[in-house]
């Protein structure tokens, strides 16, 4: 009788030992399957998005009765404004549609934007050679337009 105990207790040792060791390795597996995940996504958005509806060129909106010179050139936006004013950024394609602005210098007074901040925009719509577009910059989003001149 005081065998059969032991046998019984070191059995269940035994199982509780082998289920523990199964759902550990469940949990390896699902941390490395998460981390390989993440990696794909990481190296998935430095790819270069082809084929994106806004090409290199210069284009114009007005604002405040003024207007402003845009142009999109190896990488980088340009806006210009009247007395040597602008504003510099990385662009970085998201989609075909979608864009992200870095700002890297400004040299425009009263301006919301500093440098090292982001801006994302989507073009939403085009008719001829103007682009309708709704941007976000800090959790507001703003609805605009440009002409291609070039």
């Known amino acids: 009788m005081k065998r059969r105990k032991q046998l019984i207790f070191i059995t269940l040792l035994i199982l509780i ?3 523990y060791q199964t759902s550990f390795s469940q949990d390896i597996a699902q941390v490395s399957y998460f981390k390989t995940d993440a ?3 990481s190296i998935g958005n430095d790819l270069e998005v082809k084929d994106v509806v806004l090409e290199d060129g210069k284009y114009t909106y007005n604002f405040r009765k003024k207007e402003i010179l845009i142009e999109i050139k190896d990488g980088f936006y340009y806006e210009y404004h009247p007395n040597n004013k602008y504003i510099k950024a990385k662009i970085k394609w998201l989609s075909k549609y979608e864009y992200k602005l ?3 210098d400004i040299e425009l ?6 440098v090292g901040q982001e801006l994302t925009s989507e073009i939403t719509k085009i008719r001829n050679n103007q682009y309708f577009y709704n941007s976000r910059f800090k959790n507001k989003t703003y609805k605009g337009s440009f002409i291609k001149i070039k």
């Open 102 to 104: 870095v700002i890297t």
């Open 17 to 19: 030992s082998f289920n």
């Open 109 to 114: 007074n009263g301006s919301s934007f500093k």
């Open 39 to 41: 990696k794909i996504y």
